[in-house]
């Protein structure tokens, strides 16, 4: 082996003219914020300290942690925009709203001391009213509270969420492996342990999947019960144990808040700050370690390092090109952590007519594309935005439909909770995160079955002098953005403490 | 885009002269016969009728049906050998043994047409004597027939694999989504279906492991009951429905026999006849479709095509380069079909000594390593050989220790089935699927619950001008040998029928 300069640099140029526009495309910027070029121009340094792979929140505030020790970093990007999951979308008409992640809540303390320190603000997500859920047995319904007072679902739906957080409290969320019952609970899906726990299971059953299919893009089938304990008793901090009301909710919930100029502004502006830490463009091919140090090979040159972090979702991870091959536990837990399937679809009216009528704009629907409905608009209120998650199975009904088609259907939905004045918006966007590229998929990555206990207690090993970030790594708020910051805390705590 | 000559050829060549070595590694002949060099030399054509990639058995046999027919037809392989998944093993004494696929059973007729077309003769799988039952709580036994009569499981083995037989019954092999309880058989793993229908659920679980480890590289809880009953229905021909029994015995079974000169032997012989169709060393890195073509851009050079067939496992389709991107049914398809963990652990002894002992090699272990073994001994039975299938669950434990810690595990589990002479074997030799680059475990790709029903469907179906070949692409034996000699067969008729 040798120092020769990397000789793939071109990988992607063999889609020559096609692919460049498609580059162009995705350098379009995703907000005006980003109009001036962002990060580092020119040619990357031949050597750093530590390079963090990914710009999204968990890398930037682990290259923010480093810089600010005086760390010489770099932090590599693939697309031509930071965030990652964390994406602004500008109404035509004005006004921010999110394509990605976009809520906070409390006890996500990290990214709220984050956002507090670019001084951007939050607001109440609107919650004055009711909720609405839609049954195909019994009908619509207006109620206020985290379950439908549905009379044949809410027996077991108190049993189900009360079982969920008593299992939860006893998991240790940096090691849910540990668990007595660890290996039964991993063995079941969240599926069968409500088929097994309730008298109606498939009406609960299926009122689950309006929090899965949002929560993890996957439905009860598909979810390890373990996995899905920890990610309850993640959704909290040191202090406060988390809980499913805590997850779920809007009012004292994950849901409670968002970001008044979209939650991006914060990873924007923390890469504003870093400056020539942060290179776009630059997706990184290989990762090579040897003679106590690391190559990393990117589309925009390589970089020698002490250490990486890579700040990247499971499956980006194992699109590198590993020197020396990945240990087979991280390569195994990788291919076990399955990315879910989720679209976010937004209407946009005029205004939020739907508070006229006392309704808080939150909808559960039993059935069609509407599944889970959120009050998406800005915090002004102008225009009224309502946002349907499509995700898991009911992704996989509407998602490969025509974006006609699939209008349609989103609009009936809106329609069926808030009356017909929803089918006639002004505009309809949405966005597909399983078409993404650099995520492949949203919101987060999860358990199937029979894999955590055996593949998860790799999630924060090293591999020499790798070390892995991501709110996939987080222990508390695993799956959202707080998770992602404290993920980035977390990793360059551990470089420093090597250097 | 400009049909530029491809500028990544060199991607691996970034691990310099250690990639070289790995890659003079591979290399090295996997049998004799493997001495000469196989396949074509010197420069790929520039544009062929068909290029079929990958020279497992699937792509082989696709390639094989298109030259019979005319076709002007390229495979290309990244390995430097020919058989995907099919592997000989020569010991160090003389004999082979396979590390891969290496039984046939009745129904199997494709695989056996085309091992007598080559002139590869079988022999009957020794079976004389009983099998060996080692339970953690009741002791050793010995047994005959599918299930040990363990009487704490027994009612429980009876009644579960009569039901699964009769539900397999009812599977449309080409169409398992289309059974009208589908969704719910794809939203139970087959563990919660053991668990839902056993007394002792635990102990049968455990046993049925026996059978999910080396048929899956899986457990129970990871396999969704409607892959399983339709693997299981699979399990035959046009004329014969498949059963349980003939999908896990050795009697009239899958395991019925093997090939004399190791099943390797029929790919060789295979590629040999096909001479210029075949070129090793030839990883594909990108497909591209436009105008009317396909450009399949490998580390040889770029190939022009009219149709391509894609005969490599889902892990392997992932990792090409597809310009288009693959639609999003096909990608999540891939995605979600997850390969097995399995390794083949063998000890070599000079003699097959448990036959004296009346005993026919066959085991089973509810604990250990040594979970299902079998009698591996050539034809002759000079030398004796064991063969421990190490998989799934067993093989998380096992597979991650080091060389020795293994084999020490492996031969304490033979000499509890077949007492102390197993201990001191003559050699001991293993291979581990999960780290074949070029396949990435084994024997098969699964689904996960909850994953067929939305993403089966499009298994066949073409994306433009590629097909899809491989033992998961099959009706018939999906998974072993027979299912990718049937795909190939499909594959070539499919695209003979565009030509």
Same mark, same amino acid.
């Given at each position: 082996?040798?120092? &020769?300069? =990397?000789?793939? %640099?071109?990988?992607?140029?063999?889609?020559?003219? $096609? +692919? #460049?526009?498609? *580059?162009?495309?995705? @350098?379009?910027?995703?907000?005006?914020?980003?109009?001036?070029?962002?990060?580092?121009?020119?040619?990357?340094?031949?050597?750093?300290?530590?390079?963090?792979?990914? &710009?999204? =929140?968990?890398? %930037?505030?682990?290259?923010?942690?480093l810089?600010? $020790? +005086? #760390?010489?970093? *770099?932090?590599?990007? @693939?697309?031509?925009?930071?965030?990652?999951?964390?994406?602004?979308?500008?109404?035509?008409?004005?006004?921010?709203?999110?394509?990605?992640?976009?809520?906070?809540?409390?006890?996500?303390?990290?990214?709220?001391?984050?956002?507090?320190?670019?001084?951007?603000?939050?607001?109440?997500?609107y919650?004055?009213g009711?909720?609405?859920?839609?049954?195909?047995?019994?009908?619509?319904?207006?109620?206020?509270?985290?379950?439908?007072?549905?009379?044949?679902?809410?027996p077991?739906?108190?049993?189900?969420?009360?079982?969920?957080?008593?299992?939860?409290?006893?998991?240790?969320?940096?090691?849910?492996?540990?668990?007595?019952?660890?290996?039964d609970?991993?063995?079941?899906?969240?599926?069968?342990?409500?088929?097994?726990?309730?008298?109606?299971?498939?009406?609960?059953?299926?009122?689950?999947?309006?929090?899965?299919?949002?929560?993890?893009?996957?439905?009860?089938?598909?979810?390890?019960?373990?996995?899905?304990?920890?990610?309850?008793?993640?959704?909290?901090?040191?202090?406060?144990?988390?809980?499913?009301?805590?997850?779920?909710?809007?009012?004292?919930?994950?849901?409670?808040?968002?970001?008044?100029?979209?939650?991006?502004?914060?990873p924007?502006?923390?890469?504003?700050?870093?400056?020539?830490?942060?290179?776009?463009?630059?997706?990184?091919?290989?990762?090579?370690?040897?003679?106590?140090?690391?190559?990393?090979?990117?589309?925009?040159?390589t970089v020698?390092?002490k250490?990486?972090?890579?700040?990247?979702?499971?499956?980006?991870?194992?699109?590198?090109?590993?020197?020396?091959?990945?240990?087979?536990?991280?390569?195994?837990?990788?291919?076990?952590?399955?990315?879910?399937?989720?679209?976010?679809?937004?209407?946009?009216?005029?205004?939020?007519?739907?508070?006229?009528?006392?309704?808080?704009?939150?909808?559960?629907?039993?059935?069609?594309?509407?599944?889970?409905?959120?009050?998406?608009?800005?915090?002004?209120?102008?225009?009224?935005?309502?946002?349907?998650?499509?995700?898991?199975?009911?992704?996989?009904?509407?998602?490969?439909?025509?974006?006609?088609?699939r209008?349609?259907?989103?609009?009936?939905?809106?329609?069926?909770?808030?009356?017909?004045?929803?089918?006639?918006?002004?505009?309809?966007?949405?966005?597909?995160?399983?078409?993404?590229?650099w995520?492949?998929?949203?919101?987060?990555?999860?358990?199937?079955?029979?894999?955590?206990?055996?593949?998860?207690?790799?999630?924060?090993?090293?591999?020499?002098?790798?070390?892995?970030?991501?709110?996939?790594?987080?222990?508390?708020?695993?799956?959202?953005?707080?998770?992602?910051?404290?993920?980035?805390?977390?990793a360059?705590?551990?470089?420093?403490?090597?250097?």
């Open positions: 082996m040798t120092d &020769a300069p =990397l000789t793939d %640099l071109s990988r992607r140029s063999v889609l020559g003219a $096609a +692919g #460049v526009a498609g *580059l162009a495309a995705l @350098a379009v910027p995703a907000t005006p914020a980003d109009a001036q070029p962002l990060g580092r121009q020119g040619r990357l340094p031949k050597r750093v300290d530590v390079v963090v792979v990914g &710009a999204g =929140l968990a890398g %930037l505030v682990a290259t923010d942690g810089a600010r $020790a +005086g #760390v010489d970093v *770099l932090c590599v990007e @693939a697309r031509r925009r930071v965030g990652g999951r964390v994406l602004n979308h500008h109404l035509d008409g004005g006004g921010v709203i999110e394509s990605g992640g976009a809520f906070i809540g409390p006890t996500q303390d990290r990214i709220a001391a984050l956002a507090k320190r670019f001084g951007v603000r939050t607001f109440l997500e919650n004055d009711n909720s609405v859920y839609v049954s195909s047995t019994t009908g619509r319904m207006e109620y206020s509270g985290t379950v439908p007072p549905d009379p044949t679902i809410l077991d739906a108190a049993t189900l969420l009360t079982r969920i957080d008593q299992m939860a409290s006893e998991i240790d969320v940096s090691a849910p492996w540990a668990h007595p019952s660890a290996r609970w991993d063995a079941m899906s969240l599926g069968e342990f409500i088929r097994r726990n309730a008298v109606n299971s498939s009406g609960v059953g299926n009122l689950i999947k309006s929090w899965t299919q949002p929560g993890f893009g996957a439905d009860p089938d598909e979810l390890s019960l373990l996995y899905t304990l920890w990610y309850v008793a993640c959704s909290g901090n040191e202090e406060n144990v988390g809980t499913f009301s805590r997850n779920s909710d809007t009012a004292d919930g994950a849901q409670e808040r968002r970001f008044v100029k979209g939650s991006q502004t914060v924007i502006r923390l890469a504003r700050e870093l400056g020539d830490h942060v290179a776009l463009g630059a997706a990184v091919r290989t990762i090579e370690q040897r003679h106590g140090g690391v190559l990393v090979h990117t589309r925009r040159g020698r390092a250490r990486v972090i890579v700040a990247a979702p499971p499956p980006l991870v194992l699109d590198i090109e590993w020197y020396p091959r990945l240990p087979t536990r991280r390569l195994q837990l990788m291919r076990h952590l399955d990315m879910g399937q989720l679209m976010k679809c937004d209407a946009v009216y005029k205004t939020p007519f739907w508070r006229d009528a006392g309704l808080n704009g939150f909808g559960v629907n039993d059935s069609g594309a509407a599944r889970a409905v959120f009050d998406n608009s800005p915090a002004s209120g102008d225009p009224g935005v309502l946002l349907a998650f499509v995700g898991g199975q009911t992704w996989r009904t509407y998602g490969p439909m025509s974006k006609d088609e209008r349609e259907a989103v609009l009936a939905g809106f329609a069926a909770m808030f009356g017909d004045e929803a089918l006639e918006p002004l505009d309809y966007v949405e966005h597909d995160w399983t078409k993404e590229q995520t492949r998929g949203g919101p987060t990555a999860f358990h199937a079955p029979g894999t955590m206990v055996d593949f998860g207690p790799a999630i924060r090993t090293p591999f020499g002098r790798v070390h892995w970030a991501g709110t996939e790594t987080a222990t508390y708020w695993s799956g959202y953005m707080d998770g992602a910051v404290r993920s980035g805390e977390r360059a705590r551990e470089v420093r403490a090597t250097l």
